[in-house]
């Protein structure tokens, strides 16, 4: 467990942190399962709409995005918190970037066809932690509606 968090948390030589596309990869993996989690059940919806955005975020081949999503699996059981891998995401993405990655995580939310309310309060807090404002999350959650056909 403490591997997992360090490596979301590591520095180059110059003291930087270190954003490498597989600490993105597994951190938008963890958040991904973890919204999925937020109302107690990961379903079987929830993690094929995860490992499609994951995949397609970063050109992932469905194996892959699938490994990714089992360490996501495993980062939740083992409880690792979500400051690293927001931290992660928040330095290796820029603002619309990190729009995207509300955006996927309202997608995993609302495949289910309905936002439990844990579910909308995990998405405040992640936004906070991405420094996505408020508009912007609600502007990308409006957008997920649209395409999911729930306006």
Request: hydrophobic share 45%; no cysteine; net charge negative.
């Amino acid at each position: 467990m403490f591997d997992k968090l360090r490596s979301l948390l590591s520095t180059d030589e110059a003291g930087q942190r270190a954003t490498t596309p597989q600490t993105l990869q597994r951190a938008l993996a963890f958040l991904l399962v973890e919204t999925g989690y937020a109302d107690g059940v990961f379903d079987a919806d929830e993690r094929a709409r995860a490992r499609s955005l994951l995949a397609g975020r970063f050109g992932l081949d469905d194996a892959v995005a699938e490994a990714l999503i089992d360490e996501g699996v495993a980062m939740h059981q083992e409880a690792v918190d979500w400051y690293g891998s927001s931290r992660a995401l928040k330095d290796g993405f820029d603002y619309d970037e990190r729009i995207e990655v509300i955006e996927m995580l309202w997608e995993v939310a609302y495949v289910d066809g309905v936002l439990d309310h844990l579910e909308a309060n995990l998405m405040r807090r992640v936004a906070g932690l991405l420094y996505v404002d408020d508009v912007d999350s609600g502007a990308a959650r409006k957008r997920v509606l649209a395409k999911l056909g729930r306006e």
